[in-house]
């Protein structure tokens, strides 16, 4: 009997080693996986290292699991966790709150959506520079009084809009040149395939490709690229400015004096508005600068090369974009009715926080607010 009994223990603990061995498989193949998701998805860099990993994988666990935060707990203090993600991640922290978990997922989600819009930006600007440099052959229509559009600004947008369909299918699209499609996340692309068309049909190269993304209305991303430089500047919400990658400040500067402010002039304003702001403004010791491309003035106050950007009206292609670059570098903007922006445009007053009140104060004078 007691030889019996021992050959069953023995069995069982070859049983327990094998099922512990498998286990260990398991958890290396998992974690293995979670990092390639991860990176697809642009939360784990190409060397394997995102401060966001764990969380991700509390994250994974919780909504596949959809358990109490106990169970979560548990896979957060497992020796998988510890002994695996320890190295490419800081110490452990408590697991966090659900709030804290949507927050880094829609994070992770604007990331994405970041590099998306860059990407198709720089995409899009490549083709508009085919059209740019064959101007013979572009054919131009007129929309108005300084209001004209072309050829390419049609093609690029339909451009845009084919790879938005193919990337995001159920999100929303509202673009210059042609008619909005409906979506069902909330999230709606904001674009205008060429801002500056005046410029480009002229040979000006002071044009750009602008794309935005807006969730219920508040814009979380924003690109403005300038095919003629090469420059992209670009932003998501809580995640800083960028020009090619390097972080830009807007002006820190205190007086009118010491730089320009970037001036539009809108169909639906009086004319005599932005004289009133421009006499104003050299009253005050300033200059006003304007190339005809809001987007790309807005671009340049975010950069800090103009103390900021004024515009009576401005629609949601033109401004979306930049006015979130602007306050992603740091600058102060008046901000726009969500509610209202995306079909009605807004109010344009952005300026770096040392003039801003002062660039305000000249603004509500002159447009009559």
């Known amino acids: 009997m007691l030889d019996w009994l021992v050959s069953r223990l023995d069995k069982s603990n070859v049983m327990r080693t094998k099922y512990a061995a498998v286990r260990k498989w398991l958890a290396r193949f998992t974690y293995r996986a979670l990092v390639v998701v991860g990176q697809l998805i642009g939360i784990v860099g190409a060397d394997g290292r995102a401060k966001t990993i ?3 994988l509390h994250a994974v666990a919780h909504i596949l699991t959809d358990t109490n935060d106990d169970h979560v707990a548990r896979v957060q203090s497992s020796s998988f966790a510890h002994s695996h993600l320890d190295r490419y991640v800081s110490p452990p922290s408590p697991f966090p709150a659900r709030g804290h978990i949507l927050k880094d997922l829609m994070t992770s989600d604007n990331k994405a959506r970041e590099h998306f819009a860059i990407d198709l930006a720089q995409r899009a600007g490549e083709l508009g520079l085919k059209y740019f440099r064959d101007l013979d052959s572009l054919a131009i229509q007129s929309k108005g009084h300084q209001d004209m559009v072309s050829q390419a600004d049609r093609e690029v947008e339909l451009f845009i809009r084919a790879a938005m369909k193919a990337a995001y299918p159920t999100d929303g699209i509202v673009g210059e040149e042609h008619a909005s499609v409906a979506g069902s996340t909330g999230h709606v692309w904001v674009i205008d395939p060429i801002d500056g068309t005046a410029n480009f049909v002229r040979g000006i190269p002071a044009w750009c490709v602008v794309i935005a993304c807006a969730k219920d209305g508040d814009t979380v991303v924003g690109v ?11 932003c998501r919400k809580g995640g800083g400015a960028f020009l090619n990658g390097k972080p830009i400040r807007a002006s820190a500067a205190t007086s009118l004096t010491d730089g320009s402010l970037g001036t539009g002039f809108s169909n639906r304003a009086e004319m005599q508005n932005v004289a009133t702001l421009i006499g104003l403004l050299f009253s005050k010791g300033g200059v006003f600068f304007r190339n005809a491309s809001g987007a790309l003035m807005l671009a340049y106050a975010a950069a800090g090369r103009l ?24 600058g ?22 040392g003039v801003f009140a002062q660039i305000r104060q000249l603004c509500m004078q002159s447009f009559k607010l």
């Open 54 to 56: 764990r969380r991700a």
């Open 224 to 234: 403005i690229h300038e095919p003629s430089t090469g420059e992209t500047f670009h």
């Open 307 to 330: 103390l900021g950007y004024v515009e009576e009206h401005m629609n949601a292609w033109d401004c979306l974009a930049g006015m979130l670059l602007m306050e992603e570098a740091g």
């Open 332 to 353: 102060t903007i008046v901000k726009p009715d969500p509610k209202t922006v995306l079909e009605n445009g807004a109010l344009v007053i952005c300026a770096g926080s």
